[in-house]
């Protein structure tokens, strides 16, 4: 059997596998190690579906004679894919809001496999504040009643999606320029630090919902620091792991910095500004001073 990857021949020694999808999974195995993924994939010129294996797994490669694979580097595959997505989610929903059943139900068709895309591709925060497999239910209720009467998706529907799609175009924006991102946010982070100083005085002058809403904003530019952080530091030659932070790895302060957050918004739950006072003013404000003074070393 032949195998050309990117049409170059591949000098592979088999060694046990019988079947393709052995072949396949050591082909991903090795190239996982390069930081590449298997995107195309044909057998004998007939291309093969990647996301189900189940009819071709088994199949005895004495009766193959040429396997052609394209492979990518990871992140293209990813931003490519998450592409994709943003596409299908922007198209559904208009096809929703103009009564086009009949190209929403084609797209539906899909929605699961996008779904598992989604939750695969997108960083685990971005998955928990807008999970599309949530949505499935409302979705297919949707479809149900407008088959008997022409009727709009809730809004709630509506914003859940534009929610995913802006999520997405988020992720694709970070992949395709981490180091700009990453500024952005430093930069709104610095701007926040004098509200963050003053964050129990807001609590005691009855600016709740400000001071609430400066914190949601601030678990969000930190989560994006947090996932760009890493990616930022190789682009500027330097390695995270060698970093110190207040006298911490790099990592052990990220993680410090989280349960400080998580003692804050149980703080938040259980209306205790005084402790939100002293963890803003004598734990977060420190540390994310610390942060952005390594930052602007790097």
Known sequence: MEILLNKQPMDIQLEGENVLGDIISELEIWLAKENYVIQTLKQDNENIDLSDNSSWKDTDIKGITKLEVEAVMAEEARYNNLETIAIYLTNLKEAMLQG????????????????????????????????????????????????????????????????????????????????????????????????????????????????LNLVITLTEVLNKIMRLFGKYCTLKNKNLEDLSIQELPAQEFFTALNNIFNELGEAFESNDSILIGDLSEYEIVPKLESLIEIRNSI
Request: aromatic share 6%; with cysteine; glycine share 4%.
């Open 100 to 211: 086009n059943k009949e190209l929403a139900s084609d797209l539906l068709t899909d929605f699961e496999g996008v779904t598992y895309s989604f939750n695969s591709m997108m960083d685990s925060s971005f998955v928990k504040s807008a999970p599309l497999n949530v949505l499935i239910s409302e979705i297919h209720n949707w479809e149900t009643n407008t088959s008997k009467e022409n009727l709009p998706p809730s809004q709630g529907l509506v914003q859940a999606l534009e929610i995913c799609v802006s999520m997405v175009v988020i992720q694709i924006k970070e992949i395709s320029n981490p180091i700009e991102e990453c500024d952005k946010a430093f930069t709104v982070l610095e701007g926040m630090l004098p509200g963050l100083r003053d964050l129990s005085l807001m609590l005691q002058t009855g600016k709740d919902k400000e001071a």
